[in-house]
């Protein structure tokens, strides 16, 4: 009986052992593919970050002289400004190279465990991330850019300051508008992935409505001029962004209702014809 007991108890251990052996390997084969995608994002990053550098004096040129800043004088107070713009725009630059290349690898990430038809139809939305940030980019750059410019040299006039201007700090101040919006434009495209995923759904999204409100509104104040009409210009696009997010999701979950609702059907009318 003791060897019996004993011999059934290291068998209970075995299975145990492989339980949990084959419950891991699924867990470490998916991290193990989680960290080759971002290395090789990490590495487009890096690689256009080369490319930035090549590109960072024109793309300067362009933004000195067709901005605001046109025959003003600029000042370095550091030994860094120089190489800090250099960098700065380069990032810039990687950012349009690294973005489609990140949704790729998050949709080939995701791939296994979508259906072919979803594989296809994720596959579409990666060009558009290219373009939603060019045109969150064009947006932040043509618009609020100039419009934050103006109130602050308007500010400081009427305080009779001497406008001295820094090169990086000119910069500083047009990145942190720049890159925050051209981000949020992203908004839509990630909630359509996301619903495409079933991990978001409109109805979800309308609860949250309040709290992303608030999270819009909070975004474009602190990215802009401390005065209402700044405020409620930056606002407004960014709460029709996530109106139109909502009203892209519910467009791909009414789809997927129908393919569950003719998916359901078709499996109640193989099941009568079996049991028939």
Not at 7 to 23: F, L, M, P, T, V
Not at 87 to 110: D, E, H, N, R, T
Not at 123 to 135: G, H, Q, S
Not at 243 to 272: H, M, N, P, R
């Amino acid at each position: 009986m003791a060897e019996q007991r004993q011999s059934s108890d290291q068998s209970a251990a075995g299975i145990r052992s492989r339980i949990r052996e084959e419950g891991m390997m699924p867990l470490l084969e998916h991290l193990g593919e989680l960290r080759r995608r971002l290395f090789w994002t990490v590495l487009v990053l890096v690689v256009g970050l080369c490319i930035g550098l090549y590109y960072a004096k024109p793309l300067y040129e362009f933004v000195i002289t067709d901005g605001p800043m046109n025959g003003v004088d600029l000042h370095t107070f550091s030994l860094w400004d120089g190489i800090g713009m250099y960098m700065k725009f380069a990032f810039l630059i990687s950012l349009v190279l690294v973005l489609p290349f990140g949704f790729f690898q998050l949709w080939g990430f995701v791939k296994p465990a979508l259906s072919p038809k979803e594989q296809r139809a994720t596959l579409k939305y990666i060009p558009f991330a290219l373009l939603l940030f060019l045109l969150g980019l064009s947006f932040a750059y043509f618009v609020i850019a100039p419009m934050a410019f103006d109130f602050t040299t308007s500010v400081s006039r009427s305080l009779g300051l001497i406008e001295t201007y820094g090169v990086m700090q000119y910069i500083q101040f047009l990145f942190n508008i720049l890159i925050p919006i051209s981000l949020l434009f992203e908004l839509p495209l990630v909630i359509m992935f996301l619903t495409k995923l079933r991990i978001l759904n409109p109805i979800r999204l309308r609860k949250m409505r309040r709290i992303a409100y608030f999270v819009m509104v909070l975004v474009g104040t602190i990215i802009t001029p401390p005065d209402v009409i700044s405020d409620v210009l930056v606002s407004i696009p960014l709460l029709l962004l996530y109106e139109i997010s909502i009203f892209l999701s519910s467009s791909v979950y009414k789809k997927q209702l129908a393919a569950d609702a003719a998916w359901e059907q078709d499996f109640e009318a193989g099941s009568t014809v079996n049991e028939s």
